[in-house]
């Protein structure tokens, strides 16, 4: 694994609590970081979802979708036919 350092510029007050509490712990540091990369990609998600619900586009059916599944498997992996 490889490291990282950062270098934070924070108010005393700030940088304080949070030593105190131990958020400056490298364990620590990778939750908040985790965390706020969790938060990101959801948000990334329900935009793409609000995207989509915008579109004019018919609705599919689950026999549709299912189609169009076993056809791009079949795309990737053309063995996957054999299967079908």
Do not use: Y
């Amino acid at each position: 694994m490889s490291q990282t350092t950062i270098t934070l510029q924070l108010p005393d007050s700030l940088a304080n609590e949070a030593s105190a509490t131990g958020l400056f712990e490298p364990s620590a540091i990778e939750k908040l970081i985790r965390e706020e990369l969790r938060r990101r990609r959801v948000d990334r998600l329900f935009a793409a979802v609000d995207k989509l619900s915008n579109l004019d586009a018919p609705i599919l059916t689950e026999a549709e979708v299912e189609i169009e599944i076993q056809a791009t498997r079949m795309a990737r992996n053309p063995s996957h036919a054999s299967r079908c």
